[in-house]
């Protein structure tokens, strides 16, 4: 994509969470383009260092970090390295996030006379529903609790966060990541607000149905052809597609850069083909 060189964010530092995934991988890869300095953060070192070798061997500046978004001292000890190759952060993205199975339902309805060994929302773990509460929610306070710190007073600064067409309307079966993804809309908003006076602006995106490595075997069957939940995903996209992870870039662009978002603070944009305005009929 062009779209990332129309910025510059030159000797700005980009601080991203979840780097070693395949979406906030690529959103670093674009955003390196811009001549920022590129952290990135996961738990999973080799794949952040993967990604982060890929934008050096493009020329850009990118380094991984190994980081718990759910430890403080982790996040600071990733923080204070930081500063030390690059200086302190500007821009904050939280994409560490995700589901687990341990939270989620066989069934879309609850029904008399189910199949036997059907897990239902009665069945569901305390355990997976926690870990999705706290890698969702906690693993975007904590890391904003540590880096925000640096970027009181800077010009340019920005938080944006990751939140989900399942924040606006809960999706079946996934009640803990709809939930989770919600109350990062709400602290999202919360943020902008107690930020305000401080120069720290904080949005979200809310991307809509995007084919990824995780969700590949719940979209397609082996012969390529849509699930029967993949089915009503296209059904309620008015644009009847999936979307693509370029499409991600030009929102968070948007949302970055002060000479197109200065006045525009706790908003959620959706990025979704429609599908949150769509009502079905």
């Not at 994509?1 to 030159?10: D, L, V, Y």
């Not at 009847?240 to 197109?260: N, P, T």
Request: hydrophobic share 40%; proline share 3%.
């Amino acid at each position: 994509m062009q779209i990332s060189s129309n910025h510059n964010f030159e000797n700005k530092v980009i601080v991203i969470t979840g780097a070693g995934g395949v979406l906030c991988g690529f959103l670093a890869k674009e955003l390196a383009k811009t001549k920022a300095k590129i952290a990135l953060l996961d738990i999973n070192f080799e794949q952040a260092n993967t990604f982060a070798q890929q934008i050096v061997e493009q020329g850009g500046v990118a380094k991984a970090y190994q980081t718990n978004v759910l430890e403080l001292d982790s996040i600071r000890a990733s923080n204070e390295q930081i500063k030390q190759d690059f200086g302190s952060c500007d821009i904050l993205i939280n994409g560490a996030g995700g589901n687990s199975p341990k939270a989620t339902t066989d069934n879309e309805f609850h029904q008399f006379d189910l199949p036997e060994n059907t897990k239902t929302f009665f069945d569901l773990e305390t355990s997976g529903v926690e870990f999705v509460f706290n890698l969702n929610y906690l693993g975007t306070l904590l890391p904003t609790q540590v880096f925000a710190k640096e970027m009181l007073g800077k010009q340019g600064a920005c938080i944006i966060n990751i939140s989900s067409m399942n924040a606006f309307t809960p999706l079946t079966k996934i009640p803990a990541y709809s939930g989770a993804k919600a109350a990062i809309s709400n602290f999202t908003q919360w943020l902008a607000v107690h930020f305000s006076k401080v120069g720290i602006r904080c949005n979200a995106i809310a991307p809509g149905f995007l084919v990824s490595n995780q969700n590949r075997a719940l979209l397609f069957n082996q012969d390529g052809t849509p699930t029967a939940r993949a089915n009503k995903i296209l059904t309620n996209t008015p644009m009847a597609r999936f979307g693509e992870a370029e499409e991600l870039v030009g929102g968070i662009l948007f949302l970055m850069d002060d000479r197109y978002s200065s006045f525009v603070n706790g908003v959620v944009l959706p990025i979704d083909g429609g599908f949150s305005a769509y009502s079905g009929v």
